[in-house]
């Protein structure tokens, strides 16, 4: 009361100095206690009152009166609902707040439901856990392969798969040569490829794989020249041949055998490698395509270099491996490329190619697939025994590889068939316990490439048949396959001609009104019929022939023989009167010798011979002049 007094007084001196007598009308004031005590005493009625029809239902239900006595939850809280109404303020966090429980909810004040009613198949977080618990130890459910697409590289292997680091083109290569590129954003059911090239020319198509920005693509192939290529298939650079005269092949610039496989670094986009027959391992920079960048020389126990078969680098990029032609497992620190960081002699079977050297993504698992048929994993840690070892895995292609899933759960890679005898798998194995837990049945021939992409959480396989398969689930996997297959066929565009815009001119003069256009199948029609337009060959020329051009007869010499023999009519038959017949008309007109001696002897003079000169008939034939 007494601030209400001082404020009064304020109000007071402060009219009387301005010199009215108030200030208008005063603001409403609201007392909030008594607003939330008159909303708590509605919900409680509110309460009471459905807690009271629910009851009802229920006996009407049940058909059964209920015992007073009987201990439940709806009793406690409607005592609790009354007794809080009768009681002071103090009892409010005993009170019920929001809609009542359903009478088959009990316990104590800590388990109570607070907000509406769960739904009768609603489990609690515990069970949730439990569930993923076990989804986690079956990691079979993680595999997307609900859903498959096939695309058609060609007839023979596919021994090289690439995909970009965002999923949106996949690119294969194969024993043809043929380097094909398939855009998953831009094909249509039909899931055909938009370029095809030999960029290596006769040699075959050993690995390929997109940079880890996706702008450029190595190609390896038989050859002793790797490639790269941009996304498009256009050459960027082409590492240099080395001198096969040479020994030491660190004294060389680049390969000088056969190549047999390569990929790029991880963190350095500018930076791949190399691995050839001529026994070395070899880095490369795309800026300078004259010189390898480092090179590392596998050597045996003896110290005599060895054929490196394949090669890949460590997740972090600090370790290159290889697998080497005598069984042996190598790795270096790429900064120091003399001697192995690891290294175990006798990883497989030595004369055997090894195709495949994978770490996982955690970066301490290596995974190598053998020649001899096995397949292994190893702790670089601990680099003298294989952890896990799987044998009898077919493997006939120096190329067969093997992946890590996105979560280093599973090792997948594919076995080998001769043609016709039985079908290539997928085979699936447990990376802790390397049980088989998982197979695949891909096709009728033989499985060589495999690739698990984590993003859009998709395997890729290639096979010895030519087909290149894309594993999908629609729930699991994200963008890949999903767009192309939902995309119906595009049907093939009919031939179309350019035509020129069309000006309505209405009150234009004859001369200069253009003619109505037509449609352009009918303006096809017409221009087909003009000789001008349609290029219609030129007839023969009838007759002896016109502006310059020979006519039907008489255009060769042959024809011209040929017509003037036909048409003599004359008979050669006796030939001294043909002769005479042109006797006459040579002593009138004479044209060979006469002309000559017309002025000089006009009268023709003839040699004549002596009666004592001429030969008798009785001469011997020896003494006989012989012409």
């Known amino acids: 009361m007494s601030e209400t007094k001082m404020d009064e007084n304020e109000d007071s001196s402060i009219a009387a100095t301005m010199g009215f007598s108030g200030f208008g009308k005063k603001a409403r004031t609201f007392d909030l206690e008594a607003m939330f005590e008159q909303t708590r005493r509605t919900a409680v009625e509110r309460s009471k009152q459905t807690l009271e029809a629910r009851e009802k239902e229920e006996q009407l239900s049940n058909k059964s009166p209920v015992i007073k006595g009987a201990p439940s939850s709806s009793g406690q809280k409607k005592t609790k609902a009354s007794g809080s109404s009768s009681g002071s303020e103090d009892s409010s966090d005993d009170e019920l707040i929001g809609p009542p429980l359903p009478p088959n909810v009990t316990g104590d004040h800590g388990d109570e439901l607070i907000g509406p009613p769960l739904p009768p198949g609603y489990k609690d977080s515990d069970d949730e856990d439990d569930e993923e618990h076990e989804d986690d130890d ?19 292997t596919v021994s090289a798969l690439g995909l970009d680091p965002s999923g949106a083109r ?8 043929d380097v094909r590129f398939w855009d998953f954003a831009g094909m249509d059911a039909s899931l055909q490829a938009f370029r095809s090239l030999q960029p290596c020319e006769c040699h075959q198509i050993k690995s390929l794989q997109y940079s880890n920005t996706g702008d450029v693509i190595l190609v390896v192939a038989g050859n002793s020249q790797a490639k790269v290529l941009d996304r498009d298939g256009f050459p960027v650079m082409e590492c240099v041949k080395g001198d096969q005269y040479i020994v030491d092949m660190a004294n060389t610039k680049g390969h000088t055998a056969m190549l047999n496989g390569g990929c790029w670094h991880p963190k350095i986009k500018e930076e791949f490698m190399t691995c050839s027959n001529d026994g070395t391992v070899r880095t490369w920079d795309v800026s300078n395509e004259k010189k390898h960048k480092g090179i590392f020389k596998p050597r045996s126990v003896q110290g005599k270099p060895v054929i490196p078969t394949c090669c890949t680098y460590s997740r972090d990029g600090k370790f290159i491996a290889a697998g080497c032609q005598d069984g042996s497992i190598q790795i270096w620190d790429r900064n120091m490329s003399v001697h192995t960081k690891f290294h175990c002699r006798q990883a497989h079977t030595p004369g055997t190619d090894t195709s495949c050297v994978t770490f996982s993504y955690g970066g301490n698992v290596l995974a190598t697939r053998g020649g001899d048929d096995t397949l292994k994993t190893w702790d670089i840690r601990k680099f003298k025994n294989p ?4 044998s009898g895995l077919e493997n006939f292609f120096p190329m067969t590889d093997c992946c890590f899933s996105p979560d280093d759960k599973l090792l997948i890679t594919g076995t080998s068939v001769k043609r016709g005898i039985g079908d290539g798998k997928l085979l699936f194995f447990d990376v802790v316990t390397f049980q088989k837990i998982y197979e695949i049945q891909v096709t009728e021939a033989s499985v060589v490439r495999c690739l698990w992409h984590p993003k859009l959480n998709q395997i890729m396989v290639g096979t010895g048949n030519g087909l290149a398969k894309v594993y ?14 939902v995309k119906t066929q595009r049907k093939e565009r009919q031939a179309e001609t350019l035509t020129q815009d069309y000006i309505i001119t209405p009150h234009a003069l004859p001369m200069f009104r253009e003619p109505r256009q037509r449609s352009t199948r009918k303006q096809l029609e017409k221009d087909r019929l003009d000789p001008v337009k349609s290029h219609k060959p030129e007839p023969p020329v009838a007759g002896p022939g016109r502006g310059g051009r020979v006519g039907t007869h008489g255009g060769t010499l042959s024809s011209f023989i040929v017509k003037n023999i036909a048409l003599d009519k004359t008979d050669d038959s006796n030939a001294r009167e043909a002769i005479l017949r042109h006797a006459k008309d040579a002593e009138q007109n004479p044209y060979w010798v006469a002309p000559a001696y017309s002025k000089t002897q006009p009268n023709t003079v003839f040699a004549e011979v002596d009666s004592d000169e001429e030969e008798p008939d009785n001469e011997p034939e020896w003494k006989k002049r012989k012409i």
Not at 170 to 177: E, I, K, R, S, W
Not at 387 to 390: Q, Y
Not at 472 to 485: E, F, H, I, M, T
């Open 387 to 390: 952890l896990n070892v799987a």
């Open 170 to 177: 996949l690119v294969t290569g194969g024993y043809d040569y």
């Open 138 to 156: 079956n990691p079979v459910k993680d595999i997307p392969d609900s859903h498959e697409i096939t695309l058609q590289h060609g007839t023979k």
């Open 472 to 485: 999908y689930d629609p729930n699991r996997s994200q963008r890949g396959a999903k767009l192309c297959v």
